[in-house]
C-alpha cells in the first residue's frame, strides 16, 4: 500500500454492489443487438461521478467471485434464502467489467471471499497507513469499516457517512456494528443472530453493555439494563450463545 501524496482519497467501489443496485434503479436498456445494458450504464455513470468528483490518485473497483466462501463452510444456510441472480443481470457482469478495464481502473476479484472482505482487508490497510479512505458502496455492512481514516459514500443517494454520522443514524460507534447483526441477525445474508432478539432489543444491550464478548463475560448485569424483556434476556442469551458467536464471525 503507497503513502497518500495527495489530498483525494483512496477509493474502494463495491462493484457487487452497485451492480445490482443499478439494474434495479435503471430501466432495462438495451443496445442495437438487444444486449442489455442497463446496469452497465448506471454502474458507469457512478465510477465517472466518483473521477470527476474527487480525482483519485488510488483506486479500485471490487466484484464478488464466482463459487462460495469461507462463509459457505462456517455456515451452508448463508445467504440461502437469496434467489438467483436474473439472468439479463448476469449477461451485463462481463461487458461491464470490460468497460471499467478499458477505463483504466483496477478491477479485483478474488476466489474465496467477497468484495466486502477485500474492501476491508484495504480499508483496514490504509488506515494503518493513515490514508484516507472513501469506499463507494450502498452495503449496510460496510458501516463496521467506518473510522477517521475510512468514509462511504452512496453515489446513487449522494449521502456520506462517517463516524459521526453513524453514531447519529444507529445510536452507537460503528465499531459496534456487528455486535449488533450478531445479535439481531440479517435477513439479507441469512445471518440467524439470537432468536427472540429483534432491532430495539439489541440495540438496548449494544448501548446498555457494549460488545458481545462484554456482556458475555456479565449477563447478570443484563437484568438491569432499561430494554424491553431485560428481566428475561440473561438465559436466552446463554442458551444462544454459540449462535451469536457464529453470527459475529459471519458479520
Same mark, same amino acid.
Given at each position: 500500500m503507497p503513502t497518500m501524496q495527495n489530498s483525494s482519497p483512496f477509493i474502494l467501489v463495491d462493484g457487487s454492489?452497485?451492480?445490482?443496485?443499478?439494474?434495479?434503479?435503471?430501466?432495462?436498456?438495451?443496445?442495437?443487438?438487444?444486449?442489455?445494458?442497463g446496469a452497465v450504464y448506471g454502474v458507469v455513470n457512478?465510477?465517472?461521478?466518483?473521477? #470527476?468528483?474527487? /480525482?483519485?490518485?488510488?483506486?479500485?473497483?471490487?466484484? +464478488?467471485?464466482k463459487g462460495k466462501t469461507f462463509r459457505d463452510d462456517l455456515y451452508k444456510e448463508y445467504k440461502a434464502n437469496r434467489p438467483p441472480m436474473p439472468p439479463e443481470l448476469r449477461k451485463q457482469i462481463e461487458p461491464l467489467h470490460q468497460v471499467i478495464q478499458a477505463m483504466g481502473i483496477p478491477m479485483l476479484v478474488i476466489d474465496g471471499v467477497e468484495a466486502d472482505d477485500v474492501i476491508g482487508t484495504l480499508a483496514d490497510?490504509?488506515?494503518? #497507513?493513515?490514508? /484516507?479512505?472513501?469506499?463507494?458502496?450502498?452495503?449496510? +455492512?460496510?458501516?463496521?469499516?467506518v473510522n477517521k481514516h475510512t468514509t462511504l459514500v452512496n453515489t446513487m443517494t449522494d449521502t456520506v457517512m462517517d463516524e459521526a454520522a453513524v453514531e447519529e443514524k444507529y445510536g452507537f460507534p460503528p465499531s459496534l456494528f456487528v455486535?449488533?447483526?450478531?445479535?439481531?441477525?440479517d435477513k439479507a445474508d441469512n445471518i440467524p443472530g439470537v432468536a427472540g432478539v429483534g432491532e430495539k432489543t439489541a440495540l438496548g444491550l449494544i448501548q446498555g453493555l457494549g460488545s458481545l464478548e462484554r456482556f458475555y463475560k456479565d449477563l447478570d448485569s443484563v437484568a438491569d439494563l432499561s430494554c424491553r424483556g431485560a428481566t428475561t434476556l440473561a438465559p436466552k442469551l446463554e442458551a444462544e450463545k454459540a449462535t451469536a458467536l457464529l453470527s459475529h464471525e459471519l458479520a
Open positions: 454492489s452497485y451492480l445490482y443496485r443499478a439494474f434495479h434503479a435503471m430501466p432495462n436498456l438495451t443496445n442495437s443487438a438487444g444486449d442489455f445494458t457512478m465510477l465517472r461521478k466518483l473521477l #470527476k468528483d474527487y /480525482d483519485p490518485q488510488y483506486m479500485a473497483v471490487v466484484f +464478488d467471485a490497510a490504509a488506515t494503518k #497507513k493513515k490514508m /484516507d479512505t472513501l469506499i463507494s458502496t450502498g452495503d449496510k +455492512d460496510m458501516v463496521q469499516l455486535d449488533f447483526l450478531a445479535l439481531m441477525g
